[in-house]
């Protein structure tokens, strides 16, 4: 067995549309699920989806992925489904929505971690893709982090405070997952509906010690086809990038590309 276990949190029913999140169409070749397993290929890992609203759907258009049943789907949250993987308390767990999609680094970056536990956050979530709503600014599960580590995580914080977004996939290490594992029954009855958020405030409550780790706008929920559109394309110099690996009668001179940020710190070493 793999010492990695990667769970896809896909229990629940989409808040919007029928279609089970994980199958809704990310290109025209491509949904949810295709692209998670896609980028998640190259790893050796255990991937299990944790399955409840139309199990057999996504069973039937993905055979090959081993399942775990959430029984009271329609009416616990993604702690239940959580607490339904089996934590296995000697490997390293990670768990991730289901309606997001993301590139294989960002699971490389949170194993990395030495924290009890690891989560993966945006710093440049206000402006990540065009035109995004003040309301979907103000539900938004946010994060304070002072020092690398977790202070503060819900989405009650006021967005006017410095801020990152969480970005639905965490990372739980041995301790994390024994200290899970030795409370179960009392969390499957404490927190049935609660949310990652939620819960994650409570661990941190109890001591253990929650890194964020910032995915720099390496990934997308499906609430905005502007999100997913800027997360396929990424920025002009990345498509470039990306073509140049697929053109067969055009070529791509080799580019080296920074962001703004990466100029103002290094302006000298870049130029050389």
Same mark, same amino acid.
């Given at each position: 067995?793999?010492?990695?276990?990667?769970?896809?949190?896909?229990?629940?029913?989409?808040?919007?549309?029928?279609?089970?999140?994980?199958?809704?169409?990310?290109?025209?070749?491509?949904?949810?699920?295709?692209?998670?397993?896609?980028?998640?290929?190259?790893?050796?890992?255990?991937?299990? &989806?944790?399955?409840?609203?139309? @199990?057999?759907?996504? /069973?039937? !258009? +993905?055979?090959?992925?081993? %399942? *775990?049943?959430?029984?009271?789907?329609?009416?616990s949250g993604p702690v239940f489904s959580l607490l339904k993987s089996d934590i296995n308390d000697k490997s390293t767990n990670i768990y991730s929505y289901g309606d997001i999609v993301y590139r294989k680094a960002i699971i490389k970056k949170l194993i990395k971690s030495d924290s009890d536990i690891s989560i993966a956050i945006d710093k440049g979530w206000e402006t990540r893709y065009k035109k995004r709503?003040?309301?979907?600014?103000?539900?938004?599960?946010?994060?304070?982090?002072?020092?690398?580590?977790?202070?503060?995580?819900?989405?009650?914080?006021?967005?006017?405070?410095?801020?990152?977004? &969480?970005?639905?996939?965490?990372? @739980?290490?041995?301790? /994390?997952? !024994? +200290?899970?594992?030795?409370? %179960? *029954?009392?969390?499957?009855?404490?927190?049935?509906?609660?949310?990652?958020?939620?819960?994650?405030?409570?661990?941190?409550?109890?001591?253990?010690?929650?890194?964020?780790?910032?995915?720099?706008?390496?990934?997308?929920?499906?609430?905005?086809?502007?999100?997913?559109?800027?997360?396929?394309?990424?920025?002009?110099?990345?498509?470039?990038?990306?073509?140049?690996?697929?053109?067969?009668?055009?070529?791509?001179?080799?580019?080296?590309?920074?962001?703004?940020?990466?100029?103002?710190?290094?302006?000298?070493?870049?130029?050389?």
């Amino acid at each position: 067995m793999k010492n990695l276990n990667i769970y896809i949190l896909g229990a629940g029913k989409p808040k919007y549309g029928l279609w089970n999140s994980s199958l809704r169409a990310v290109t025209k070749t491509k949904r949810v699920l295709d692209w998670q397993l896609e980028e998640l290929s190259g790893i050796e890992a255990n991937i299990v &989806f944790i399955a409840g609203y139309q @199990l057999e759907n996504v /069973a039937k !258009k +993905f055979p090959n992925l081993i %399942f *775990k049943f959430n029984p009271k789907w329609a009416e616990s949250g993604p702690v239940f489904s959580l607490l339904k993987s089996d934590i296995n308390d000697k490997s390293t767990n990670i768990y991730s929505y289901g309606d997001i999609v993301y590139r294989k680094a960002i699971i490389k970056k949170l194993i990395k971690s030495d924290s009890d536990i690891s989560i993966a956050i945006d710093k440049g979530w206000e402006t990540r893709y065009k035109k995004r709503s003040e309301n979907d600014l103000l539900r938004s599960e946010k994060v304070i982090v002072k020092n690398f580590q977790v202070k503060q995580i819900g989405t009650n914080i006021p967005i006017n405070q410095d801020t990152s977004e &969480f970005a639905g996939i965490i990372c @739980l290490k041995s301790k /994390a997952s !024994k +200290f899970i594992k030795s409370n %179960f *029954k009392e969390f499957e009855n404490e927190f049935a509906d609660s949310s990652l958020p939620e819960f994650l405030t409570y661990l941190m409550a109890s001591g253990l010690t929650i890194e964020a780790i910032d995915i720099e706008g390496k990934w997308a929920e499906l609430n905005s086809s502007n999100d997913l559109i800027q997360f396929i394309f990424g920025t002009k110099a990345e498509t470039l990038k990306e073509l140049s690996k697929i053109l067969k009668l055009s070529k791509i001179k080799k580019q080296y590309f920074f962001n703004i940020n990466e100029w103002n710190k290094n302006k000298n070493q870049i130029l050389k």
